[in-house]
Nanobody, 120 residues
Framework: QLVESGGGLVQAGGSLRLSCAAS????????VGWFRQAPGKDREFVVE???????NYANSVKGRFTISRDNAKNTAYLQMSSLKPEDTAVYYC????????????????WGQGTQVTVSS
């Protein structure tokens, strides 16, 4: 089970940190990622960190978003800075036993999502 938190309303240029808490004892063996879905649009990949620590970012968030994980706490984080109105979306945490999950097809579990709204 994955539970996201930390979403909310923020002004453009501001920051938010999302958390993804996972249940179970094998979190360290999973790749973790974040996806987002804006109204009327398809779900899109944002960022991932593999179980080996390799990170992969969508071009739209490079330099602004940072993913991290704390395996001791079974938690992943998404630090978002310099937020833009186009970052407004529901953000979903996802995990996979595969080395990468950016296509979405290898995701084993999804969180319920947390809303991020960036006002202009």
């Amino acid at each position: 089970q994955l539970v996201e938190s930390g979403g909310g309303l923020v002004q453009a240029g501001g920051s938010l940190r999302l958390s993804c808490a996972a249940s179970g004892r094998t979190f360290s063996s999973y790749s973790v990622g974040w996806f987002r879905q804006a109204p009327g649009k398809d779900r899109e990949f944002v960022v991932e960190v593999s179980w080996s620590g390799k990170r992969n970012y969508a071009n739209s968030v490079k330099g602004r978003f940072t993913i991290s994980r704390d395996n001791a706490k079974n938690t992943a984080y998404l630090q978002m800075s310099s937020l833009k109105p186009e970052d407004t979306a529901v953000y979903y945490c996802a995990v996979s036993r595969s080395a990468t999950l950016w296509t979405g097809s290898s995701v084993d579990y999804w969180g319920q999502g947390t809303q991020v709204t960036v006002s202009s």
